[in-house]
C-alpha cells in the first residue's frame, strides 16, 4: 500500500497568519490527492482535489501544490473558523490511503 | 441536493455482524463509484472498501478483507457494508463518500463492538 505521511501532526497558528501542511506519498502518486477538512463531531469535507483544484465554494485562501511524492496544503490567512483537523488521500492506488491528520488550533 | 445517509449502526458483541446501509440521494447513483471510510474514536481517518459503479471492481483494506463485503443496488440507490467476525478494533464511526474524491460524505453511523 502507498503510505502518506503527513506533518506537523499539530499546529498552533495565530489569525491571519499562513499556514502550511505538508504530505509525502511513499511513491509517485501523480496529482492524485486531496485534502479535506474535518471539525470536530462533523463528516470530513473535501477541499482540494487533483493536488491543486479548489473545491467549488471553498473559500480561496486554500491551496494545493505538488506532483510526484511531495505535496503541499496552504491557508493563506488563517480565520477562526479553521480550526480544524486536516487530512490529504491520495487515489493513485485503488486502495486508498489517508494521512494520519493535521490538527489545527488558534495561538 | 447530493446527499449520503448511513444507517445500521449499533453496539455488537465481538464475533457478532451488523450490516450497514447509505442511501443516496440528489444525483445519478449508478454512475458513480462509493466508498466506507471508519474513524476509530479519537483517531484519524482509514478508507475501509470501494466499489465501483457496476460492482465490476471492488476493494478492500487489509484489516477488513475476508470480513466485511460491500455491496451495491443501483435500482434502490444503495450501498452496503456487510460486517462479519466484528472485533474490537473495528469500533468506529463508518461514513460512505461518493466518488474518487470522497465527495460528499455522509453523517457517519457508530458501530461499538463490545460485549
Known amino acids: 500500500d502507498i503510505q502518506m505521511t503527513q506533518s506537523p501532526s499539530s499546529l498552533s497558528a495565530s489569525v491571519g497568519d499562513r499556514v502550511t501542511i505538508t504530505c509525502q506519498a511513499s511513491q509517485d502518486i501523480s496529482n492524485y490527492l486531496n485534502w479535506y477538512q474535518q471539525k470536530p463531531g462533523k463528516a470530513p469535507k473535501l477541499l482540494i482535489y487533483?493536488?491543486?483544484n479548489l473545491e467549488t465554494g471553498v473559500p480561496s485562501r486554500f491551496s494545493g501544490s505538488g506532483s510526484g511524492t511531495d505535496f503541499t496544503f496552504t491557508i493563506s490567512s488563517l480565520q477562526p473558523e479553521d480550526i480544524a483537523t486536516y487530512y490529504c488521500q491520495q487515489y493513485d492506488n485503488l486502495r486508498r490511503t489517508f494521512g494520519q491528520g493535521t490538527k489545527l488550533e488558534i495561538k | 441536493e447530493v446527499q449520503l445517509v448511513e444507517s445500521g449502526g449499533g453496539l455488537v458483541k465481538p464475533g457478532g455482524s451488523l450490516r450497514l446501509s447509505c442511501a443516496a440521494s440528489?444525483?445519478?447513483?449508478?454512475?458513480?463509484?462509493m466508498n466506507w471510510v471508519r474513524q476509530a474514536p479519537g483517531k484519524g481517518l482509514e478508507w475501509v472498501s470501494s466499489?465501483?459503479?457496476?460492482?465490476?471492481?471492488?476493494y478492500y483494506a487489509d484489516s477488513v478483507k475476508g470480513r466485511f463485503t460491500i455491496s451495491r443496488d443501483n435500482a434502490k440507490n444503495s450501498l452496503y457494508l456487510q460486517m462479519n467476525s466484528l472485533r474490537a478494533e473495528d469500533t468506529a464511526v463508518y461514513y460512505c463518500?461518493?466518488?474518487?474524491?470522497?465527495?460528499?460524505w455522509g453523517q457517519g453511523t457508530l458501530v461499538t463492538v463490545s460485549s
Open positions: 466499489i465501483s459503479s457496476s460492482s465490476s471492481y471492488i
Open positions: 440528489g444525483f445519478t447513483f449508478s454512475s458513480y463509484s
Open positions: 487533483d493536488a491543486s
Open positions: 463518500a461518493r466518488k474518487s474524491h470522497f465527495d460528499p
